[in-house]
């Protein structure tokens, strides 16, 4: 038998996708499953999406691999959304189209993390991105951060984080798990501390930035001195309710995209033709189906804080971004029910799954193990029985 690879051996099972198949195994066993798992939009692509891809496929011209980087009226189309809602100049050469922003994050990491170096992540994370700096022998550097702190880091801790060894930070605004959003003035305070240490570039992953409830979302990349050391990674899956479509982007000095498009065309050369053709579209046709979306995830948002009130120990703030509640949950470890003890979070997560047959995500994978996450990406009736059950579930613990 093959022994799997000591890189492959670092990493471990997305949090997310084991619990979404988990949910898909009770179900077909003809459970009633309500999934808070996967961090998918619940809408459809808009129409002008659907119906760009169409013509693409009905003019034939498409049938035939793409530019590595991506076609050349995409990444100019990149680079008008970018100026449009980000005050950001780029040129197509800082632009490389992937297969989804997942990809676009590991093809930085493996064009650029050498064995030793150090990632700050401030945590709760993303699970994708140690995992991926763990496959190229990065060392990830963990930011602990609190229910009470808004669940961001500071200046302050940033600044202790940084030794000769710091690659890269990386940092989602607005976050996932925990909905957090970056302000002005807290990224102008992290941008003073890397101004003292040059040697640290920023990815900075924005693919929920259609989805900010309180502000205008802000990049570091739009700080002078941040711009030539600032990897933006975006994509369509959020935004646009386009997570099929699988379509990232990054956009960076030119020399970083043109490492990340060395290391892309060895290992899928450029991404589908037709979902590139309808990603111009969805960049420069309205954005009317995004606000309506944002505007939903909004009001779900609210309900669901409500609902989470009244289920006593959960503690959580209201997220301003995203579409995840991130709750402390610490409460119900050492309780039971039916010789079954909450030990840990991946536990009450199963006990969530089992006893109320609804699907959520412990907090383990995203570095925090105290929490457990939902995303309230589903229906406003989905959601209002899935916390019902969970509040029932929970009474039963004791």
């Not at 890397?194 to 739009?222: M, Q, R, T, W």
């Not at 053709?277 to 948002?301: C, D, N, V």
């Not at 039916?338 to 979070?345: D, E, K, S, V, Y």
Request: proline share 5%.
């Amino acid at each position: 038998m093959l022994q799997t690879s000591i890189a492959l051996n670092r990493v471990t099972e997305s949090a997310t996708i084991k619990m979404a198949q988990l949910s898909r195994e009770l179900a077909a066993k003809g459970v009633k499953v309500i999934s808070l798992s996967l961090g998918e939009p619940d809408f459809s692509s808009p129409d002008h999406i659907h119906q760009a891809a169409i013509d693409a496929i009905n003019t034939g011209k498409y049938d035939s691999y793409s530019p590595v980087p991506g076609y050349m009226d995409l990444r100019e189309a990149v680079c008008a959304k970018l100026q449009r809602d980000n005050n950001l100049a780029y040129k197509p050469e800082n632009i490389v189209i992937s297969t989804g922003a997942k990809q676009s994050l590991f093809n930085v990491f493996a064009s650029f993390v050498n064995p030793g170096d150090e990632v700050i992540i401030p945590a709760p994370f993303w699970v994708s991105y140690p995992e991926q700096i763990k496959y190229c022998d990065g060392i990830p550097v963990y930011i602990n951060t609190s229910v009470e702190s808004g669940f961001k880091m500071t200046a302050d801790q940033l600044e202790a984080a940084i030794t000769p060894k710091t690659k890269f930070l990386v940092y989602s605004s607005p976050c996932n798990p925990t909905g957090a959003v970056y302000t002005r003035d807290e990224l102008a305070s992290f941008v003073a501390v890397l101004e003292k240490h040059p040697h640290v570039h920023v990815v900075s992953d924005e693919i929920y930035e259609f989805l900010n409830y309180e502000g205008k979302h802000v990049s570091i990349a739009e700080f002078p001195s941040m711009k030539d050391r600032t990897i933006v990674v975006n994509g369509q899956a959020k935004g646009f309710a386009m997570t099929g479509w699988r379509i990232g982007y990054i956009a960076a000095p030119a020399y970083i995209a043109k490492a990340c498009d060395k290391f892309q065309g060895q290992v899928t050369s450029g991404t589908n033709s037709v979902a590139q053709r309808a990603t111009i579209a969805a960049l420069l046709g309205s954005l009317e189906p995004t606000y309506k979306m944002r505007e939903a995830f909004k009001q779900r948002r609210n309900m669901v804080f409500e609902l989470m009130k009244d289920i006593p120990g959960f503690k959580c703030g209201l997220p301003t971004g995203a579409f995840y509640l991130f709750p402390d949950i610490s409460y119900y470890f050492g309780k039971s029910v039916n010789g079954q003890t909450i030990g840990n979070a991946e536990d009450f997560a199963m006990f969530l799954l089992n006893e109320a047959h609804v699907a959520a995500v412990s907090g383990d994978g995203f570095g925090a193990p105290d929490c457990i996450r939902f995303s309230y990406a589903a229906s406003e009736e989905n959601l209002k029985e899935a916390f019902r059950r969970i509040k029932e579930a929970c009474a039963r613990l004791v």
